[in-house]
């Protein structure tokens, strides 16, 4: 398996979110990343290697509005010119166009263009986002080149900022860019008639999901917490099964706080049967591992041994296709990099 590292993931480094009133340090750091680089220097699944960005900015374009692109190309610097001051500082939205409001119009002011762009204020834009988020769609497009005539079955993404709470033209949950989506567009492009997104993050894939809603090309599936307490609470029922054309191409297994292996890999099963019926050609794993029992911010119960058997469930059903992992959420930084390898490990048996 190759293993595409994002080298500029350290220039994204948010310093506080809010949280219940206060603003509490980020979760999404990058030691996320630097603990799954060591743990693969223990126990290696691969070559690891560099992204490269040929191509990317056209196919970025394909999965995402261009005047989102275009805004967070330029956030920054915008910031910075409202005041100075502002580079000591994180842009962090305050304010958004609920229903009823214009989305149509890009306000001049910062903050409302901020606010227009995101949906939470967990999700701060600092200095380096954009290099950092663009080299981690890199690394996805990488590693679908890899599977797709690079001579590799399976590849991963090693990245941060994650991507599957992003949409076409949104940024949240700490995500700017979908990574999943470009590696799942990257694949149906390389030639994948049907591709797969199993998305296996604690949280919904907002993002994944309204993204290829209306497509009946790429099928989504999430296991997640169910969103009517957990985050990111607005989408994610069961009920939701796509649209259009993309009817039926959707499916949420919401689980309640507090679930553990025997329901998750229950869960799990049934989505990969749906993976089978709908004949994937190709797959991508949105892999997050904030499903563990000791995250500090999720509420299943998943040990590390289970890890290994998620891998293996995954390949085996997969029976050799073109897989593409990519990484999302899991915050309990001291046990992410035995987690992750160990996914990548039972995929590898
Ligand atoms: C990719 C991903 O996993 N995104 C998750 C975003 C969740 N953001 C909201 C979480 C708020 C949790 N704050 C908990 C503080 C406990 N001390
Ligand atoms: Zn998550």
Do not use: K
Not at 49 to 54: H, K, R, S, T
Not at 155 to 179: E, K, S, V
Not at 261 to 278: E, I, N, R, S
Request: contains cysteine.
């Amino acid at each position: 398996m190759r293993i595409v590292h994002n080298p500029d993931h350290h220039r994204h480094q948010g310093r506080l979110e809010m949280f219940r009133g206060r603003l509490v340090p980020c979760h999404e750091t990058p030691a996320r990343v630097d603990h799954v680089l060591a743990e693969l220097g223990r126990r290696p699944q691969g070559p690891v290697v560099l992204p490269d960005d040929a191509g990317l900015d056209a196919l970025l374009a394909r999965v995402h509005a261009p005047r989102y692109l275009a805004f967070l190309g330029r956030a920054w610097d915008d910031w910075v010119a409202l005041d100075p001051a502002n580079a000591a500082l994180d842009a962090i939205p305050s304010v958004w166009p609920v229903r009823g409001f214009r989305a149509d119009l890009e306000p001049d002011n910062f903050a409302a263009r901020l606010g227009l762009y995101s949906f939470d204020a967990g999700t701060p834009l600092t200095a380096g986002s954009w290099a950092a988020a663009r080299a981690g769609a890199a690394c996805a497009l990488t590693a679908a080149r890899a599977v797709t005539g690079g001579g590799e079955r399976q590849a991963f993404a090693l990245t941060r900022p994650p991507g599957h709470h992003a949409g076409a033209d949104f940024f949240g949950g700490y995500c700017f860019l979908n990574n999943a989506a470009v590696a799942a567009q990257a694949l149906r492009e390389a030639g994948a008639a049907r591709v797969a997104v199993l998305d296996i993050d604690y949280h919904h894939g907002n993002g994944t999901q309204s993204l290829f809603y209306e497509r009946a090309d790429v099928f989504t599936a999430s296991i997640h917490g169910d969103p009517r307490t957990e985050y990111p609470f607005y989408l994610g029922h069961a009920d939701e099964r796509g649209a259009g054309p993309g009817l039926g191409h959707n499916l949420n297994l919401p689980l309640p706080r507090g679930t553990g292996w025997a329901g998750w890999a229950a869960a799990l099963d049934a989505a990969l049967a749906a993976l089978g019926t709908f004949g994937a050609d190709a797959c991508v794993v949105s892999l997050g591992v904030d499903t563990y029992a000791g995250d500090p911010i999720s509420g299943f119960t998943l040990d590390s041994a289970d890890y290994t058997e998620i891998g293996r469930r995954i390949a085996a059903a997969l029976g050799g296709r073109p897989c593409v992992w990519v990484y999302e959420g899991g915050y309990a930084v001291d046990a992410v990099g035995v987690n992750v390898v160990n996914v990548l490990e039972g995929a590898n048996a």
